[in-house]
């Protein structure tokens, strides 16, 4: 059976889908007897076309001609972007074309109104490659591990941020030097606020959690903190306890409530997920049957994403896209079917406080009453010397307590004259 498959968008992912699907396509006929055809490639500019109509595939710069070519039943978006995703991809699914995309912002923002939308087109919309790049971790949630509650999920899921932390503390090198160093080796974008801000892992993790818990879990609410002000010291403290920094994602239920975060945390030296280096992804799961997993690999680059893109293409090939297949129920991912996050002042951790202050007398005491004012208790302290001339770092790990008080109680530390700035708190996970 001949599929006919309309890309927009080949840029990086959008051009390693069309080299896939040339490279297999004998493989995948004779193998499922399916014949993937890319009827169209839409790009913005003929110069950009220019590379695929050398390979004799027909181009457009007009996205209206794959949504009214009727030979097309497989629409996969790769421009990347919100509102003309959105759109193009409402008007597929109405015309009844099913629908693949890499795009986790668009549905971390509009999958609670495109998942309806498929649902009640009877069509599929897929998106392996929007999470993790080539690691099937949505199918995974999806299908293979239904026997299974997923009761938490921590991930790495931004290559740049663990790229950047992880050459920090290989290296000892500032936070700003290996950004750019990054930015020099195509790792970070230009602008890295996406990535080191922690919105795309924030993105990445709304998809999962919402899978994980099978209720909608907002973008919008989810507690975001990215890497900027983890410094070389921090990580030096960290592995002298035996712990790495990492970004992660991290979800699970607390009585009824769903935990869902993205912030650095500090991670058991001995844990899965602390050696998970580099522009490495990895997704750690803790269910009830099965027990804990990792997933790891690429979570980007262009034919890691490119593969889970083709991997969705040969899944709604095989369900048959005429009809009688059933496309993987996703309406639990809808406004209606909302999670009731916990507030990030109401979650529980022990906690990483880094103070530095003026080299003066009574700091210990000034700053330990204000915590035991609150209830939380000191595990161990480490004190590091004149740094600098008349400045002392002060480390302590707390034991487990309600961030609400921490923040209390820092906020009223920070007040404090021998302040030289901010105290910098990091969560153990
Ligand atoms: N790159 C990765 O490793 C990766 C991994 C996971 C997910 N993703 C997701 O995959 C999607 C594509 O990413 P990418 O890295 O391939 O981006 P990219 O290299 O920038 O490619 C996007 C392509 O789409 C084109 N485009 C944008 N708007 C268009 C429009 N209105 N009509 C026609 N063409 C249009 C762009 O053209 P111009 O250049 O002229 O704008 C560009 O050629 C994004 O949603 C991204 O988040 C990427």
Redesign the pocket.
């Known amino acids: 059976m001949q599929i006919g498959i309309g890309i ?7 051009s390693g889908t069309v080299d896939i699907l040339l490279e297999k396509k004998a493989y995948y006929q004779e193998l499922y007897g399916l014949d993937f055809n890319i009827t169209m490639v ?4 003929d110069e ?1 076309l220019a590379p695929f109509r050398a390979l004799g595939l027909t181009g457009s ?1 007009q ?1 209206q001609d794959i949504m009214t070519n009727p030979a097309i039943s497989i629409v996969v978006e ?4 919100y509102e ?1 995703p959105k759109s193009w991809i409402e008007q597929a699914l109405t015309a009844g074309k099913h629908v693949v ?6 549905i971390a923002k509009y999958g609670a109104q495109l998942f309806p939308l498929a649902a009640k087109n009877k069509r599929h919309f897929l998106f392996e ?2 999470v993790g ?1 080539g690691i099937p971790i949505i199918r995974s949630l999806q299908e293979a591990l239904t026997g299974n509650s997923v009761n938490s999920i921590k991930c790495i899921i931004n290559g740049t941020c663990n790229y950047i932390l992880t050459e920090m503390s290989q290296k000892g090198s500032a936070f700003a030097s290996v950004l750019a160093e990054a930015q020099s080796l195509g790792y970070a974008e230009a602008d890295p606020t996406f990535d080191v801000d922690g919105i795309d892992s924030a993105h990445k993790l709304a998809i999962l959690a919402t899978l994980g818990s099978k209720q909608y879990v907002d973008f919008n609410k989810i507690h975001i903190e990215g890497i900027r002000r983890i410094n070389e010291t921090d990580i030096a403290f960290a592995r002298e306890m035996g712990f790495v920094i990492k970004l992660l994602g991290v979800f699970s239920k607390v009585e009824g409530k769903t935990d869902a975060r993205v912030h650095p945390a500090l991670l058991p030296g001995d844990h899965l997920l602390a050696s998970v280096n580099g522009v490495l992804n990895a997704v750690y799961l803790e269910t009830d049957h099965l027990g804990p997993t990792l997933q790891t690999g690429a ?4 034919y ?2 490119a593969s889970a893109v083709v991997a969705d293409i040969v899944a709604i090939g095989r369900q048959g896209v005429k009809g009688g297949m059933s496309p993987i129920p996703m309406d639990f991912f809808s406004e209606g079917n909302p999670a009731d996050l916990l507030p990030i002042e109401e979650t529980s951790s022990a906690f990483y406080l880094r103070f530095t202050t003026r080299d003066e007398t009574g700091v210990l005491a000034s700053i330990t009453k204000i915590l035991s004012q609150q209830g939380i208790s000191v595990e161990s302290m480490i004190q590091k010397g004149h740094q600098k001339k008349d400045r002392v770092v002060i480390v302590m790990v707390t034991q487990v307590c309600k961030e609400g008080l921490m923040r209390q109680a820092l906020e009223q530390i920070n007040t404090l004259n021998f302040m030289v700035q901010p105290a910098a708190m990091i969560r153990f996970i």
């Open positions: 927009i968008g080949v840029g990086t992912v959008g839409c790009a913005r500019t950009e710069t996205v790769l421009a990347g972007g003309l995309t890499a795009n986790k912002a668009l490659a929007a790049g979570g980007a680059g262009k890691p994403t």
